[in-house]
């Protein structure tokens, strides 16, 4: 058995695993940055127009960094199960791997 081998199957299979959360992480960000620039931009122009004060735009924009730290709540969530499925396509290589090696099923 090469494990030289294994561990690039591992790692590619890995990657493969986790590679589609990226694709609904980086959707969910966009969207999520998005609105907070959106939110951050017109309440910098109500204080520029004299229509907002700069104390109210601080109460305003503290709403907008909880929000964003409430995106980073949910992101740990699909970090997590990126994790998990790249880790359990890692284990599958390297089970099927060792089972060879030992031409029987121990892992």
């Known amino acids: 058995m090469s494990f030289k081998n294994t561990l690039k199957k591992m790692l ?5 695993a ?4 990226w694709n609904v992480v ?3 960000l966009e969207k999520e940055f998005a609105e907070a620039t959106k ?3 017109a309440i910098a122009l109500e204080v520029a127009a004299g229509t907002k004060t700069p104390e109210q ?3 305003e924009l503290q709403s907008v960094e909880d929000s964003l730290q409430d995106v980073r709540l ?3 969530v699909e970090a997590k199960a990126a994790a998990q499925e790249a ?3 890692a284990l599958e290589v390297l089970r099927s ?3 060879s090696a030992a031409k029987v099923a121990i892992f």
């Not at 986790?18 to 959360?21: D, I, K, L, M, V």
């Open 74 to 76: 949910a992101l740990t």
């Open 57 to 59: 735009a601080k109460i």
């Open 97 to 99: 791997a060792v089972n």
């Open 39 to 41: 939110e951050a931009k």
């Open 18 to 21: 986790a590679g589609a959360h």
């Open 26 to 28: 980086s959707d969910y």
């Open 87 to 89: 880790i359990n396509a």
């Open 12 to 16: 590619s299979a890995a990657r493969i």
